[in-house]
């Protein structure tokens, strides 16, 4: 007993720094991979209002860039709405696609007050939080692409694990063959990114389209990601790298969208009645 | 000034500087500036390993929360504040430290500062890299990003004293 109490004495500076460093530690590899709280973070009421009176001041800097991007988004919508929502099927009898009755997905308007994109995993910070409706695994895109997930929310804040993360894992295809993996992201550049999952007896054409696959059930099937802009071998598997050229750029993104899945729910009961689901 | 006020009045500043401005740098290259390790060299020399720790850990923590890191700055800080006392005893003066002065540039000189503050926020920087990367395989990206943005984190502390420290002591 006294040759231990010798031994804390005699290494007590050593002790102190192992126990606090084991702290420090802990959090942040808990917070990597599952958020317990939102003390601490973006999402807390103290730094997020602090990073709100920021961005206050900061957001009239890309002001014109965002509106031209609203303008193009804008008309992109209304080709669409156009083009789908009536077709004529004879002279004088036509049908209305009545696109409320199977709204599938809502969209929550939000802002981005806090975002890094050179970091190793990158989170934005929203200024909408569960008072309105927010919750984790809701998906976030934006007038360009694909975002990323809510990762943490408090009553006002939320924050986004973005596209910018090691284990982003979005389940996404290339448009028009098919063939569907991960995305992941290596830390080096901000525009752009990494499938993985996609065989490689399968061909692969350069600067296709890539998009969400609607998998999970976190985002519609067809939110734009990117373009193929390389396949290289991967050594040892028969597996391509490819390189995707994000379609958006996050290091100037305000203006983003949360979906809500109102099928959620139905979809993953009817998943876990399978014995054996690799999806669980 | 007293000393207590002196040392929150730059606790705050730091803070800020770091997390509303220097955080949001992004020079590319993977540089990053992290000019709070200038915090625990600034501290009072006789002040004990834990209570610089303490210090550490506060604002580490507080800077953790700002930038969703939630512990690295923390951990690396704590780091600093550890080697602290050996890196001094190694760069020892011939005649000890003057408990009185404080261990800025200016007091302790050109070549006091470059070698021991170089070589804490060297380790500073490589200690939270690797955690950030926490791979082997990526030890040269580690090392690049180490090598361009310590530098460049040392150029704006040396800056920063100039600016902010009156009543210069030149040696």
Redesign the interface.
Known sequence: MRNFLAFIRRFQVLLIFALMQGVALALYFTFVHFPRSQYLTTASEISGSILEIRNDITKHFDLSKNNTNLQEENIRLMEQANAMSFISMDNGLFEINDTVHKQQYTYMPASIINSTHDKRNNYFTLNIGSAQGVKRGMGVFSGKGVVGVIHNTSKHYSVVKSCLTETINIDIMIENSGQFGLLKWNGKDARRGTMWGVSNDLEVKKWSKVTTRGGGGIFPRGITVGKVERADVVEGKPLWDITILFSEDYRSLQRVYVVKNLLLEEQKELESQTPNNPLQ | MNIVVKIGLRFLFILILQV?IL??I???F???LFVYPLFILLLPVEMS??IL?VFA?AL??LI?????????H??SL??VA?LRPMVFKLFAPRDGYDPLLETNIFSMGNTWFLKVFGLLIIIHHFWFFM???FKLN?LA?VLQKTAFSAPLSFLICILLQYLFIRNRVEK
């Open positions: 509303l955080n949001q992004e020079i590319g993977g540089i990053q390993v834990v720790m850990f580490g923590i953790d929360a700002m930038s969703n890191t939630y512990g690295l923390a951990s704590l780091v550890y955690l950030e990367m990526e990206f």
